[in-house]
């Protein structure tokens, strides 16, 4: 099992981005005063970014990561799990729109229900999808699960 931590890339991205927002404000301080609605959007963007970039600085710190084990995958930062014998398919997908990657995994319908219940979501989640820019070596990550899966589908159909 290889545990595929958080890139450090995302949290520098957004930790820059939330500074460069406040320092945007304090360079032309009395021309944002005058407009109220950008000053306390620039304000609010700016947390938004650094606050999520502190999120995954801590989740990062306290080792969580994106992994697989002999019971399943874990979707996401929390540690929840789509277990091997609930999956459909997993699939690699790029967005046309926005460019970004991701490696999705697609719970059979009838599964739909437990996963959302172990979650404790309010909704049932088609598919799970993991983007690549949170994690360190994603292409190398997609590759080993999906060869993890083909292993595990031949385990589960025997």
Do not use: C
């Not at 790029?94 to 490696?103: D, F, P, Y």
Request: zero cysteines; charged letters at 20%.
């Amino acid at each position: 099992m290889k545990i595929y931590r958080i890139a450090l890339f995302p949290i520098v991205s957004f930790m820059l981005a939330g500074v460069i927002l406040l320092l945007l404000l304090f360079v032309d301080i009395k021309g944002f005063l005058q407009h109220h609605f950008v000053f306390i959007s620039l304000i609010l963007l700016s947390f938004v970014f650094s606050g999520y970039s502190f999120y995954l600085l801590n989740k990062r710190k306290q080792g969580k990561a994106f992994f697989w084990d002999e019971q399943g995958v874990v979707i996401d930062l929390n540690g929840n799990k789509v277990y091997w014998n609930e999956i459909e398919d997993i699939k690699f997908l790029k967005s046309s729109v926005t460019n970004m990657r991701s490696t999705v995994i697609y719970p059979h319908y009838t599964n739909q229900e437990k996963i959302r219940i172990r979650r404790n979501k309010s909704m049932p989640t088609p598919a799970h999808s993991i983007d690549w820019f949170l994690i360190e070596k994603p292409k190398e990550y997609h590759k080993n699960l999906m060869k993890t899966w083909k292993e595990k589908q031949g385990i589960l159909l025997v």
